[in-house]
T-cell receptor, first 113, second 114 residues
Framework: DSGVTQTPKHLITATGQRVTLRCSPR?????VYWYQQSLDQGLQFLIQ???????AKGNILERFSAQQFPDLHSELNLSSLELGDSALYFC????????????FGSGTRLTVV | GQQLNQSPQSMFIQEGEDVSMNCTSS?????WLWYKQEPGEGPVLLIA?????ELTSNGRLTAQFGITRKDSFLNISASIPSDVGIYFC??????????????FGKGTLLTVNP
């Protein structure tokens, strides 16, 4: 157990739908990062939150949004889902100093049918 | 944007053999990290490198931070079946403040035949 908790582990939904992925960071970590992993694109950075504020944005589609709540858990919202959104979505967290790399959760496997 | 070129894409080796993989970048990174991902799990940090030229070991794993800060390699000695997985390199730049975004290579899939 890495200490980063992601739910749900698996999600199957239809095109056009909206889903919410949840992440609880390790105790003491203030930063949360979301990554998308697909077979052809590898691990793609989506967005980072630090202590409730957005700090960096990567290749995140406009149909996707995220937030970090006061208790530091984070949610990634994916809407108007397309078949191509099927992927593994990972959340990671890092301590305030951030220089020791991330700790990843086990991921949410999203399948859009 | 920053991109990491990781090679080889995949390796098939016999148990007991040594393995070497590397990453290169067109950008300078202040930190290089190596992760391993097993099926159904998230990447797990193996080694972190913080200084140019630094050589760090973790058991049978050895990694080096290139002197130009644009490359890194990972060696695994005397491979065993549980070394199977995808190995990722990642670079972390100095963006200041609290932005510690990692840029990942596309991974090296390692298969070890017992």
């Amino acid at each position: 157990d890495s200490g980063v908790t992601q739910t749900p582990k698996h999600l199957i939904t239809a095109t056009g739908q909206r889903v919410t992925l949840r992440c609880s960071p390790r105790s003491g970590d203030l930063s949360v990062y979301w990554y998308q992993q697909s077979l052809d694109q590898g691990l793609q950075f989506l967005i980072q939150y630090y202590n409730g504020e957005e700090r960096a944005k990567g290749n995140i589609l406009e149909r996707f949004s995220a937030q970090q709540f006061p208790d530091l858990h984070s949610e990634l919202n994916l809407s108007s889902l397309e078949l191509g959104d099927s992927a593994l979505y990972f959340c990671a967290s890092s301590p305030p100093q951030g220089v020791y790399g991330y700790t990843f959760g086990s991921g949410t496997r999203l399948t859009v049918v | 944007g920053q991109q990491l070129n990781q090679s080889p894409q995949s390796m098939f080796i016999q148990e007991g053999e040594d393995v070497s993989m590397n990453c290169t970048s067109s950008s300078i990174f202040n930190t290089w990290l190596w992760y391993k991902q097993e099926p159904g799990e998230g990447p797990v940090l193996l080694i972190a490198l913080y200084k140019a030229g630094e050589l760090t070991s973790n058991g049978r794993l050895t990694a080096q931070f290139g002197i130009t800060r644009k490359d890194s390699f990972l060696n695994i000695s005397a491979s065993i079946p549980s070394d199977v997985g995808i190995y990722f390199c990642a670079g972390q730049g100095d963006s200041g403040g609290s932005n510690y975004k990692l840029t990942f290579g596309k991974g090296t899939l390692l298969t070890v035949n017992p």
